[in-house]
């Protein structure tokens, strides 16, 4: 520590003079609520029976003085405390104790207390590592043995009770800080004891974030008992980084604490990613705490986006490589089944970090091969291991040998062995468990290397053929076409296109003559191999002459088992309904006790379960025939059309098979969902790759889309019909988009693609994810082109979009009002455990209750959004789930953008955006309103205006920041009582800075109009009046009356409304005020009672009560109430109510200048 230095003119520290001359008694201080009182028994021994010379003690206090002054140095100071200590302990220990007084009580000396604070911890512990070594047992006894007890140990017994003991504490910052960071810092050496435990458990939930960060150091001590690590998991949670980082560092990895730390894998902080990771390799042994899926995500550290993280993780990696003897091991212990996406970014990290290792695993796996149960060969044993740590060893392989250079891959991979390897691998793949995942690993290893001879380049030619023909088909998502989804069709044509001399990549290729011979040499194998497939039904369809030459080869060769399927369910519906039929028949049967007739009912619904259960076995089996190769064959043309460059129009293999095997296949009869959304991304992907087939299907692809609007049927539809509407809207939405980009100024005119942004803008609210990209897409894309024609003719439905993408971005994720709470926890429940301090249970219990709500759906009207039941306990987690977080990161991302495009259109649609929200009325979802969730009041909202109103503002320029503040004050003029609790004057004040010229004549303008001044006292007072003229034209007014406003906003949604968005859904017309005001907005205005606002004259008119009407004891007790103010408990400031002529305290402050 540096020394502390006092100025010449001041006195030292010194000490009571009942200290001085021996008296008994304790020198009592209350500073704020502390308790700095020393009992008789610990600060003069005397009364505990102990003689301490008063010499003693003032020379060890003489000695602290000097070196907390810095008067003595510390290598002089310590040695001089250690001799006193040695021939009097009691004395030394009062010396430190009276210290310790100073320092809580006068904690507001800042720094100064800080560091004396630090010079007796230091004073404490040199004291305790160096008695041991001294000979000091006969002295010891001679004081009575108070050398058994450390003086670390003794001093924290003495700063607990300074502290306020168990559940008290000081009421200044101040004092709670100094206190906190003495009983941390002495809890080092006395890891079993409890009261410290306790209390440092208490300042872990103290409101000051410095507090709580010191606390949960402190714990550190204590880490691995119940109590500690519950309220440490609870830690994990505090909105502070700082808070976040300590708790990391002082957690101790076991099994309580491994799913909380799991969840900090997704901390928007980095420091606080890379503390976790630095905290785990510490704790190399604690792997085993975690489980697959868990282990999965924190290996894939070594890909976050921070360079800090990246590196903290890979010292945890090394740390698991070399507890559990490889990286082999350590891929096995990790989850790669489930999620395969993740676990294949795992085995890439591993293999480019441990390159030799991954290699030797790589050249062992090829050599050796797998069993037929698909787990690797034990070396020398003959033994063998699980099918899983097969698969890891192939995904190893995979990516060991992608991260090799060319020439090392050359060098090492043998093509033969590999090819062998991948037929065999292709063979067992329906066999064998994770079969196909093991197949995939080794066709992309195919597709990486390179055929050095003829020989392995026809072999690798029949392995990609074998592949269409044989592989298991992967179903591929329809919602997230992602490359790590591509298929066993997506490899078999990459294969092929690598022998044919095409390239596998979608980088820029030359299109030429060669080029264009090529790519239609590998359409018409592949159509070949389709052929094949359609053979067997193609020619049973013949032999019962149901064929069809017009429509060429292949056109109906589904035809016999889609009429086949189409009777069978006929069939089964017919038995369905004659089954509920006898089950009522019977009922009634049973009811008239005409039991006969009963025993026949029975008898026949026996019968027809019989027959349905044969039928349905039927259907089963042909569904499967039917389906299996329909699937194969769609799938292998939508990778041709994926992965091929070619011009549609010169390849007529591949174009011919829209009318000749796609369009039969829509047309097929009881067709599966899989298969019909299947048919419709391989239309849709046609449609993206030629323009004249976009063109021609341009009806059809707005037809799927809108297929998900409601209707008159729309309530009959099962779920099914339901899943299979979405997801063919899902495949034309982005079709519709993708189309719009690459053919507009081509084969679509102006009004084709404007149609495609209006179809994606008034989707229905439930199936608005499956628009976002899309809309997104389109935005950046050929937003001039809305923005132009929004100059000609307001687009009313693409402002719309704007508006509620908007509203998205800034939708409230579990987010509540309080006055009471200022952070949420997120821990696991501990109300099971006896010992854990009541606070941490309920900042367990905050984890359980729903958090945030809807910003829209199907609830009660606004108005009956109340406190008052529990009905909205039930709504709160609605629609709050991953889908709605990625949504509105997507969204933020989005919206960052879009004022950064190129373009006089980029500023202005964020302006429309934010005024679209306040003139269709979806500001409202921002309003505050009362729920009861978990038994307690909650001020919940759908989005925060507050937040979209800042940043908006802040990335708008000067010139268009104008438009904000009156859309804004609008707000406020059409609905002062709702405005306030959206929060709308509040936003105003917090951008006031930053206002644009005009903005005070245009707020007084709001006044005139109606507006609340309340709510708008912090604008009206602040602002500048202003003379600037050039925002008022011809002094006309900016601001349209109540009434005015009122009328065009009905106007606005019943627009909206015919253009078929149901606006009621999104948005309420109106929204109940409610009786109660938000906590966080009382200090705003004012306000009072009924939300804020203003009674009229009529409401706060009532009967006037003559005197004689009141009682004798009301008058006496009105009296009484009126002479004698209600008392309120306030909090003392000491700034304010102490004493001038008091000096009993000394405080720190007086040893003068730090320096």
């Known amino acids: 520590?540096?020394?502390?230095?006092?100025?010449?003119?001041?006195?030292?520290?010194?000490?009571?003079?009942?200290?001085?001359?021996?008296?008994?008694?304790?020198?009592?201080?209350?500073?704020?609520?502390?308790?700095?009182?020393?009992?008789?028994?610990?600060?003069?021994?005397?009364?505990?029976?102990?003689?301490?010379?008063?010499?003693?003690?003032?020379?060890?206090?003489?000695?602290?003085?000097?070196?907390?002054?810095?008067?003595?140095?510390?290598?002089?100071?310590?040695?001089?405390?250690?001799?006193?200590?040695?021939?009097?302990?009691?004395?030394?220990?009062a010396a430190l104790a009276d210290k310790a007084n100073n320092v809580v009580c006068n904690a507001d000396a800042g720094t100064a207390a800080t560091q004396a604070g630090a010079v007796l911890i230091n004073v404490a512990r040199f004291l305790d590592q160096n008695a041991s070594s001294e000979t000091k047992a006969p002295k010891a006894s001679a004081k009575g043995g108070a050398g058994n007890k450390s003086v670390s140990r003794a001093l924290l017994d003495h700063v607990l009770l300074l502290t306020g003991t168990r559940n008290r504490a000081a009421k200044e910052t101040a004092v709670r800080a100094q206190g906190c960071a003495l009983v941390a810092d002495l809890a080092v050496k006395s890891p079993d004891h409890v009261a410290a435990k306790d209390k440092l458990l208490e300042f872990?939930?103290?409101?000051?974030?410095?507090?709580?960060?010191?606390?949960?150091?402190?714990?550190?001590?204590?880490?691995?008992?119940?109590?500690?690590?519950?309220?440490?998991?609870?830690?994990?949670?505090?909105?502070?980084?700082?808070?976040?980082?300590?708790?990391?560092?002082?957690?101790?990895?076991?099994?309580?604490?491994?799913?909380?730390?799991?969840?900090?894998?997704?901390?928007?902080?980095?420091?606080?990613?890379?503390?976790l990771f630095h905290t785990l390799a510490q704790q190399p042994t604690a792997v085993s705490a975690f489980g697959p899926a868990a282990l999965s995500r924190l290996v894939a550290g070594l890909a976050d986006r921070s360079?800090?993280?990246?590196?903290?993780?890979?010292?945890?990696?090394?740390?698991?490589?070399?507890?559990?003897?490889?990286?082999?091991h350590l891929l096995q212990r990790c989850d790669i089944v489930e999620d395969e996406a993740l676990g294949n970014a795992v085995a890439r990290e591993l293999a480019a970090r441990f390159k030799d290792d991954s290699a030797v695993a790589a050249r062992r796996f090829l050599s050796e091969g797998l069993t037929a149960a698909g787990s690797i060969r034990t070396p020398g044993a003959g033994g063998t291991s699980t099918p899983t740590e097969g698969l890891c060893a192939a995904m190893l392989t995979r990516h060991a040998i992608a991260v090799m250079s060319e020439e090392e891959r050359d060098e090492r991979v043998d093509v033969p062995l590999l090819l062998q390897r991948t037929t065999e691998a292709l063979g067992a793949a329906s066999s064998r468990q994770h079969g196909g995942l093991i197949l995939r690993q080794l066709l992309h290893i195919v597709a990486l290397v390179d055929f050095g001879d003829e020989t392995a380049r026809r072999r690798a030619e029949r392995l990609g053929e074998a592949v269409l023909q044989r592989a298991p088909l992967t179903k591929v998502s329809s919602s997230s076409p992602?490359?790590?989804?591509?298929?066993?069709?997506?490899?078999?044509?990459?294969?092929?296109?690598?022998c044919n001399g095409l390239g596998i990549g979608r980088g820029f290729q030359p299109r030429t003559s060669k080029h264009h011979a090529l790519e239609a040499q590998c359409s018409t194998r592949a159509v070949l191999i389709i052929s094949d497939l359609c053979q067997p039904l193609q020619g049973a369809a013949e032999s019962e002459g149901s064929g069809d030459d017009e429509q060429g080869e292949g056109g109906q060769f589904a035809t016999r088992l889609s009429m086949r399927l189409q009777e069978l369910n006929n069939a089964i519906d017919e038995r369905l309904q004659r089954r509920s039929s006898f089950a009522a028949q019977k009922k009634q049967a049973v009811a008239k006790e005409e039991f006969i007739q009963a025993q026949r009912l029975k008898e026949a619904t026996v019968k027809n379960d019989?027959?349905?259960?044969?039928?349905?076995?039927?259907?089963?089996?042909?569904?499967?025939?039917?389906?299996?190769?329909?699937?194969?064959?769609?799938?292998?043309?939508?990778?041709?059309?994926?992965?091929?460059?070619?011009?549609?129009?010169?390849?007529?293999?591949?174009?011919?098979?829209?009318?000749?095997?796609?369009?039969?296949?829509?047309?097929?009869?009881?067709l599966s969902e899989d298969v019909e959304v299947a048919a419709v991304t391989a239309i849709c992907l046609f449609c993206v790759r030629d323009g004249g087939t976009a063109k021609s299907h341009w009806g059809l692809l707005l037809q799927l889309l809108r297929s998900v609007r409601p209707d008159d049927n729309s309530g009959t539809r099962s779920a099914a019909d339901r899943r299979?509407?979405?997801?063919?809207?899902?495949?034309?939405?982005?079709?519709?988009?993708?189309?719009?980009?690459?053919?507009?100024?081509?084969?679509?005119?102006?009004?084709?693609?404007?149609?495609?942004?209006?179809?994606?803008?008034?989707?229905?609210?439930?199936?608005?994810?499956?628009v976002v990209e899309p809309l997104c897409s389109w935005l950046l894309g050929l937003g001039h082109v809305f923005f132009e024609e929004h100059l000609r003719e307001p687009v009313l439905e693409v402002q719309w979009a704007l508006g509620w993408m908007l509203v998205e971005a800034f939708k409230q994720h579990g987010r509540h009002f309080e006055e009471d709470d200022d952070f949420d926890d997120a821990a696991s429940a501990i109300a099971g455990n006896s010992r854990a301090p009541q606070a941490h249970v309920a900042a367990a219990a905050k984890v359980a209750r729903g958090r945030g709500a809807s910003w829209v759906g199907s609830k009660p009207a606004a108005g009956n959004a109340s406190v008052g039941g529990d009905e909205g306990e039930d709504e709160v987690d609605e629609e709050d789930g991953a889908e709605e977080q990625q949504t509105s990161s997507k969204m933020l991302q989005f919206f960052n953008l879009v004022p950064k495009l190129p373009g006089k259109h980029a500023s202005p649609m964020l302006s429309l955006a934010v005024e679209s929200i306040a003139e269709s009325g979806l500001?409202?979802?921002?309003?505050?309103?009362?729920?009861?969730?978990?038994?307690?009041?909650?001020?919940?909202?759908?989005?925060?205006?507050?937040?979209?109103?800042?940043?908006?503002?802040?990335?708008?320029p000067a010139e268009m920041r104008f438009r904000l503040w009156r859309c804004a004050l609008q707000l406020c003029v059409s609905d002062p009582e709702l405005a306030p609790l959206a929060e709308v004057p509040a936003a105003l004040v917090k951008v006031m800075k930053e206002a644009p010229a005009g903005t005070a004549a245009l707020l007084r303008e709001a006044v005139a109009l109606g507006a609340d001044a309340s709510a708008l006292s912090p604008l009206l007072s602040r602002l500048p009046p202003s003379t600037d003229k050039s925002f008022r034209p011809r002094g006309e007014s900016l601001l349209l009356p109540r009434a005015e406003a009122k009328a065009a906003e009905q106007e606005h949604r019943a627009a909206l409304a015919e253009l078929d968005i149901d606006i009621d859904v999104w948005a309420p017309a109106e929204v109940q005020v409610p009786d109660l005001v938000p906590p966080h907005l009382r200090r705003f205005g004012g306000q009072k009672g009924e939300a804020g606002r203003k009674r009229s004259n009529a409401e706060n008119a009532g009967p006037i009560v003559p005197p004689t009407a009141f009682p004798k004891e009301a008058k006496q007790s009105f009296a009484e109430a009126s002479a004698a103010p209600e008392a309120t408990k306030r909090r003392r400031c000491a700034n304010k109510t102490k004493d001038t002529n008091y000096d009993a305290r000394l405080p720190l402050r007086d040893l003068g200048d730090i320096e």
């Open 1 to 93: 520590l540096k020394p502390l230095q006092i100025k010449p003119s001041l006195k030292p520290l010194q000490l009571p003079r009942g200290e001085r001359g021996g008296e008994r008694g304790a020198l009592q201080r209350d500073r704020g609520g502390a308790t700095c009182s020393l009992s008789s028994s610990a600060r003069y021994p005397q009364a505990a029976g102990m003689s301490v010379s008063g010499g003693t003690v003032s020379t060890a206090a003489k000695v602290l003085e000097q070196y907390i002054s810095g008067e003595v140095a510390e290598a002089n100071a310590q040695p001089q405390l250690l001799h006193l200590h040695q021939s009097d302990p009691r004395a030394v220990l």
């Open 204 to 275: 872990a939930l103290d409101r000051v974030p410095s507090i709580r960060e010191r606390a949960v150091q402190g714990l550190a001590t204590f880490a691995g008992s119940l109590d500690v690590d519950q309220a440490l998991s609870a830690r994990l949670g505090d909105p502070y980084t700082t808070v976040r980082v300590a708790t990391v560092r002082s957690m101790r990895v076991n099994g309580i604490t491994a799913p909380a730390l799991t969840s900090r894998i997704d901390d928007v902080e980095s420091s606080v990613r890379a503390e």
């Open 307 to 328: 360079a800090s993280v990246r590196n903290a993780a890979g010292l945890a990696v090394d740390a698991w490589r070399e507890q559990l003897s490889g990286v082999a």
């Open 482 to 498: 992602s490359s790590a989804e591509f298929g066993m069709a997506d490899l078999g044509i990459l294969i092929l296109r690598k």
């Open 610 to 670: 019989a027959e349905l259960d044969k039928l349905q076995k039927e259907h089963a089996v042909l569904k499967a025939e039917r389906d299996d190769i329909l699937m194969r064959v769609l799938a292998i043309i939508r990778a041709l059309l994926r992965w091929s460059n070619s011009d549609m129009q010169r390849d007529p293999a591949l174009f011919r098979t829209l009318n000749q095997i796609i369009a039969p296949v829509v047309a097929l009869p009881a």
């Open 724 to 770: 299979l509407f979405r997801a063919r809207a899902a495949v034309a939405a982005r079709t519709m988009a993708d189309c719009a980009l690459v053919h507009s100024g081509g084969s679509l005119d102006r009004d084709e693609i404007l149609s495609a942004a209006n179809a994606l803008s008034v989707v229905p609210f439930p199936e608005r994810h499956i």
């Open 923 to 956: 500001w409202r979802r921002g309003v505050l309103l009362p729920r009861i969730v978990g038994g307690r009041p909650r001020w919940l909202r759908g989005f925060s205006w507050p937040q979209l109103f800042a940043f908006a503002h802040e990335r708008l």
